[in-house]
């Protein structure tokens, strides 16, 4: 069954894009855990890290460059965090592979 994100992609919900291309979309986080909190997910719908095969290695790649390149458009010059959350221990909620881009706020180490 589709995910949320899936019908962000499919623009049957609405979403504050930032970027996207064929491969990646990024929006901001409904409930953002930071002053600058943005989703970057890959088009194909990738359940988690769990998930990934050998031929995903490019599309995660490239949300993690497009992450570094929101970074750097967000203006996060002091840094920022990338989490990607796994599986119910990981605190994973939505079943679509996401990064989380976090900025804007000094973050804390380890995390809860
Ligand atoms: P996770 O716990 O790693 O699965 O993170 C899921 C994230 O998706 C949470 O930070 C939510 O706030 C966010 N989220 C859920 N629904 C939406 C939505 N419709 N638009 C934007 N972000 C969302």
Same mark, same amino acid.
């Given at each position: 069954?589709?995910? &949320?994100?899936?019908?962000? &992609?499919?623009?049957?919900?609405?979403?504050?894009?930032?970027?996207?291309?064929?491969?990646?979309?990024?929006?901001?986080? &409904?409930?953002?855990?930071?002053?600058?909190?943005?989703?970057?997910?890959?088009?194909?719908?990738?359940?988690?890290?769990?998930?990934?095969?050998?031929?995903?290695?490019?599309?995660?790649?490239?949300?993690?460059?497009?992450?570094?390149?929101?970074?750097?458009?967000?203006?996060?010059?002091?840094?920022?965090?990338?989490?990607?959350?796994?599986?119910?221990?990981?605190?994973?909620?939505?079943?679509?592979?996401?990064?989380?881009?976090?900025?804007?706020?000094?973050?804390?180490?380890?995390?809860?």
């Amino acid at each position: 069954m589709p995910s &949320i994100f899936t019908k962000i &992609i499919d623009r049957e919900i609405p979403a504050d894009v930032v970027f996207e291309d064929d491969t990646c979309l990024a929006f901001r986080d &409904i409930t953002p855990k930071a002053p600058t909190h943005i989703l970057i997910i890959p088009k194909r719908e990738i359940m988690s890290l769990d998930d990934l095969s050998d031929e995903d290695e490019q599309t995660v790649g490239r949300c993690v460059m497009v992450a570094s390149k929101i970074a750097a458009s967000e203006g996060l010059t002091d840094g920022y965090r990338l989490v990607v959350n796994c599986g119910s221990d990981g605190g994973q909620e939505v079943p679509h592979l996401h990064f989380h881009l976090l900025g804007g706020r000094k973050m804390t180490w380890p995390p809860g």
